[in-house]
Every structure is written in C-alpha cells, then in structure tokens.
C-alpha cells in the first residue's frame, strides 16, 4: 500500500459511519436537532472550517502582492525590483507554490475523505435506527416511502446545511473581511463602497431567502408524498394491475406531481428576482469603486495598484456573489427539508423499553391477559376487560368472526401495541418490563397475510434464526415441505435454489409458497410460544396434510395460540376460545362447543354441514 492511500484511508476512518450506541430521539428544535447528529463529528468539521479560513486569508493575501507588484513595476527600474524586493517574493512564491496547494490538499482530505461520506452515513445510520425503533401502529399510518425519503433526503440536507456553513460562509466571510481591511488600507474612501454594497447583499438575501425557505420546506413535503404515492403504486402493483386501475394510479401521481410543481414555479419566480436584484448592486458596486479609485488617483491619493487591487476584488466579488447567493439558496433549502424532515424524525417512539427492562425468561409459557383493556384510543371496541389463563403448553384457538379481536389479542401479547388497561404476563412477568427483543424472541409466528423480504430464500428462512447454517435451513424447510419447489426457483440474474431472490414482499412466490417459507422460518426459530395466524390458510389440503405432523411435532411442549376461520384445523387443540366484540363468550373442547348451541355451534355447522350436499 502506497503513502497516499494510507493517508486517504486515515482520513477516511476519522469519522465512525455506523456508531455503536443506541440512538436516542433527536431534539425537535433545529439547532439541537441538528447538534445531536454533528456532535460526533465536530472536531473534524471544525479542521475543515479552520483550514477553509487559512485559504481565504492566502488568496486575500494574493491581491495584496498583486497590488504592490503593480506599483514596483511603474517605479521601480528593472535591474533593481528582484534586489530590493527579493524578500516578498520568496514569501509570495511560498504561498503560490508551497502553502495554498498544501492547505488545499489538507482541506481536500478533511472535506472529501473525512466529512463528505462518512458523516451523511452516521446521520442515516442514527435515523434508520431511530425509525426501526418506530411503533408496528406508526407505519400503519405512514407511505413507506415517505418514511424512506424522509430518513435520505433530510441526512443529505444535515450534510449540506453544516458544509455550507462551516466550509463556504467561513471561507466567504474571512475573504470579504480580508478585502475590506485590505482596501481600507488603501483609502477609507475605497471602503465605503464595498461597505453599501455589503449592506445592500444583506437586505437583498434577508428579503429573498426567508420567502425561498418557506417554500423549500413546502416544497420537501410536497416531494416525499409524491415519492411515497409512486411506490404505493409500485409496492401494490398486482392490485392495480388486476383492477386495471393504471389510469388511476397515474392520476393519482399526477395530483402529488401537481403539488410539487405548485412549489417549483413560486421558488423560481423569486430566485429571478434575487438574481436581478444582485446584477443591480454589483453593476453599483463596480461602478462606485472604479469612480472612487480614479479619484483617489487624480488626487494623488491612491497609486495605480490600489486600484488594480480594488477593482480585481470587485469582479472577484461579483462572481462570489452569485456563487454566495445559491450557496445561501441552498442553504435555506436544506434547513427547509431539515424542518420538514424534523417532525418526522424526532417523532417519539410509542413503545419503548424501560431502563431497567430484563430478558424474558420462559421455564413453562404460561400466559395470563389480566383485565386487558385495548380501544386502538377509541371510547369503545376490540378489547374489553379481557381476563384469560393459558398454562404452560397448553393448545389454545381462537374462533370468532372477524374483527372479534383475535389478532389484536395477539398483537398485545407480542407488544405491537401497548395495551392501554390492564397486565399481560408470561410466567408471571409483565410484558412491559422485559425487552422487546427478547419477548419476540421467545415467540414464533405465522401469519395469514405473509411478507418476505427482497432477498434470497436463504435469508428469509434464517430470519428465523440468523446464525443458522445451510444444512439447518434446508432441513427446516423440508419439514415445511418448501424443499423441493425451493430447488425449482431462478430469479432474473440466473440464481437458484437457496440463493433465489423473492421479489418485494415475496411476490415472484404463491401464496402458498411464502406460507411455507414462513412456516420453515418458524420450524427454525423454535420458539417456546408459538401463534398461528390462519397459518395454513393459503395452503392446499394436501400440501397442508403433508406438513400438519410436523407441525404437531413442532407444538409438543410449546405455548400455541392458534387462530383459524377453517375450524376443521384446530378442532384437535387442548381448549377453544370464542371470541366476540373482543370478549371470551365461549370456551371448552370442540366437542363440549359442537355439541352445544352457541356461535361455536352455528359455525361449525356452517362449515360441516351448511355449505355441503349429502
């Protein structure tokens, strides 16, 4: 390895990308918010600004040289110019040739390989886990992409605003006050002019850029709901394309693109006018130093390379401001976003574990609903005063028309929501004071609805367990009787078998073919407690009857809360529950239930019976 690369590689490490400590919310005021993600990286921020300064004073210093050298040359006669001023010209040839290309590369080095990479990282890095942690409810309620572009584009307007303000103002601010000390060293008359037209470019920006702020964070808002609209579409494109309801979903885009254009033509309307605006005071700024200069000239003020200086200055100037101008543009167009994507992402977890919550410890898998009371925040509905006992390997089902409360009581039991009255208990602790990843640890589940991940079918059954071998995958997806379709799969880039990827949420799958992955997962997480979500609903009767054995395997000794609309399924189980308007009206063995004149009763007739000819 070379000298340089062992320098860019120092640099490069400076900054941690994905810091190991557990996030916490970021504040909800912007210079705090904007603190909580800098302050891991600030001596380095500050050695970038520091040495942005040090280039500014050196080019600065450039225009002092220029303006002496042009007075030498009219005074001086040329044998004489490298006798009497060699001293100043070494130094100036130092600076050219020595100290603005190595303050350059040092600046280079902290900006591109320390700051640029890095730190956006760390900021998406503390984001993204801060969402993970996000409540099952709070994404009920959000577009996934939104919440995405949410976490990307406010981690790139953090970056941006911080760099514009520690790398270009600091450069700009110590170059216009070296101008200013410069020229004032000239006349005091020379810098009245670049004083008016510094307050002339602050009552411009302060008009300008708080009217472009506001509309850039409309502007973000209006982007990230267009942006989630497109992948709604996307994510749901079986749904649309059955409905063929493409026309729709264009519409529906087009009305967010709308929006979004609503937000564009204002922002550039006023940018028109900024940039008019400061061809006028530059135009003015010129005109006045220039007639300035002449006069201090004519008087015998000023010599010739005051003027060549202060004119340089001013077209040096005119080019910055421009450059200044969108800097400051952008500036205000990353706090915009940095303030849209603020509300989101200081928004404070629903479900947290305490300080001192412990690991689940489960000897038995004992299950207690202890006067559970759960309204989704409504008055009334799903659970009411539930009170129920499962013992420790006990099989239970739960019956009951939709939206009895079946699932929800499930989704208690796992903590996707807190319940809002109430205990519930595993062998005697409380499900709130243990930590959330070890209560769902401890627990296996399969649902009806079953989502996998875009990646390899490997991956998706090692969810389950991730640090399963491939011999452990394999034989769990045997028991699921997943093995052999398994070895059938190719995706588009020519993988196969284990290494095959699903598509989003699984889609290059049937139905039945994700539930069997989903079973497999569970056949290796092997959990103490297990809940079946209408488990086998998407399966066949024989793919279904060649897996029931193992699953029956797989509950000896375990906690399972079966739920099925398909009584014939948990006909077997230890004890049935049936639930209504979130209550347990009934419960006993199927037998006990079949034979009496309950809703069990009239549902097990239904589908022995009612729907069947003799």
């Known amino acids: 390895m070379s000298i ?49 300064a040090i280039i500014s004073l050196l080019e600065v210093s450039l225009f002092s040289f220029l303006g002496n050298l042009v007075d030498w040359l009219g005074n001086r006669e040329p044998g004489a110019l490298l006798e009497q001023e060699s001293s100043q010209l070494i130094w100036m040839s130092l600076v050219v040739l020595l100290f603005l290309p190595l303050a350059g590369f040092i600046q280079s080095l902290l900006l591109h390989q320390t700051v640029i990479g890095s730190f956006v990282m760390t900021i998406r890095w503390k984001a993204h886990r801060w969402m993970l942690g996000q409540s099952y409810a709070f994404y009920q309620d959000e577009f ?5 572009t949410k976490v990307m584009q406010t981690s790139l307007a953090i970056r941006d605003a911080v760099l514009k303000v ?62 989630g609209r497109v992948v709604d579409s996307y994510t749901n494109i079986m749904t649309v394309k059955l409905f063929a309801h493409a026309g729709h979903e264009a519409e529906y885009a ?71 101008m969108w800097e400051l543009s952008g500036l205000f167009e990353s706090i915009g976003i940095i303030y849209d994507g603020m509300a989101m992402l200081s928004t404070k977890q629903d479900i947290v574990d305490k300080p001192d919550a412990k690991q689940l410890d489960v000897p038995k898998g004992a299950i207690t609903f202890d006067n559970v009371r759960f309204h989704y925040g409504r008055e009334t509905g799903a659970i009411d005063c539930l009170a129920l006992e499962i013992k420790g390997g006990e099989k239970i089902g739960l019956v009951g028309r939709s939206g009895a409360g079946k699932t929800t009581l499930t989704n208690l039991l ?50 389950g367990r991730r640090d399963a071998t491939m011999e452990e995958v394999v034989s769990a997806a045997k028991r699921a009787n997943a093995h052999e379709f398994i070895q059938s ?25 994700r539930q069997r992955l989903a079973i497999a997962r569970m056949f290796l997480k092997d959990a103490p407690i297990l809940v079946l979500d209408e488990a086998t609903s998407a399966l066949d009767s024989e793919v279904e009857a060649a897996i029931q054995e193992n699953l029956s395997a797989l509950m000896e000794g375990k906690t399972v809360i079966a739920i099925a609309h398909r009584l014939s399924t948990i006909a077997a189980m230890d004890r049935l529950l049936v639930m209504d308007a979130g209550s347990v009206i009934e419960q006993g063995t199927h037998v006990e239930l079949s034979s009496g004149q309950g809703l069990y009763a009239q549902l097990w007739a239904r589908q022995s019976g009612g729907f069947l000819t003799s």
Do not use: C
């Not at 062992?6 to 400590?21: A, G, H, M, N, T």
């Not at 204002?266 to 940018?271: D, G, K, T």
């Not at 062998?427 to 399969?446: A, F, P, T, W, Y």
């Not at 190719?490 to 049937?510: F, M, P, Q």
């Open 4 to 52: 340089i690369e062992k320098v860019l590689q120092y640099f490069e490490s400076r900054i941690p990308p994905f810091p190991e400590e557990a996030p916490e919310r970021p504040p909800s005021t912007l210079v705090p918010f904007l603190w909580y993600y800098v302050r891991d990286s600030w001596v380095w921020l500050l050695g970038m600004a520091l040495f942005s």
């Open 254 to 324: 087009r009305n967010s693109m709308n929006r979004f254009l609503g937000t564009v033509y204002p922002q550039f309307r006023w940018v028109t006018g900024l940039n008019v605006t400061l061809d006028i005071i530059n135009a003015l700024l010129l005109f006045s130093v220039a007639a300035v200069g002449i006069w201090l000239w004519n008087t015998g003020q000023a010599g010739v390379g005051a003027l060549a200086v202060s004119v340089g200055l001013v077209l040096r100037l005119q080019g910055m401001s421009h450059w200044i």
């Open 414 to 463: 796992l903590r996707l929501y807190e319940v809002e009255d109430g205990r519930i208990l595993i062998d005697g602790m409380d499900v709130r004071d243990v930590k959330q990843e070890s209560l769902r640890e401890h627990i296996g589940v399969v649902t009806q609805d079953t989502s996998l991940l875009h990646r390899t079918v490997f991956e998706n059954i090692s969810y």
């Open 489 to 513: 799969l190719e995706d588009t880039a020519g993988r196969g078998g284990y290494d095959a990827h699903v598509g989003e949420r699984g889609v290059k799958l049937s139905g039945g073919q």
């Open 144 to 148: 996934a992409g939104r919440v995405a």
């Open 166 to 227: 520690l790398d270009v103002l600091v450069y700009v601010a110590v170059y216009f006050v070296g101008s200013m000390v410069l020229v004032s060293s000239f006349s005091i008359w020379m810098m009245l002019p670049f004083a008016a037209w510094l307050i002339l470019y602050f009552l411009m920006l302060n008009y300008f850029l708080p009217r472009l702020k506001k509309i850039s964070r409309q502007q973000a808002d209006a982007r990230s709901e267009m942006t």
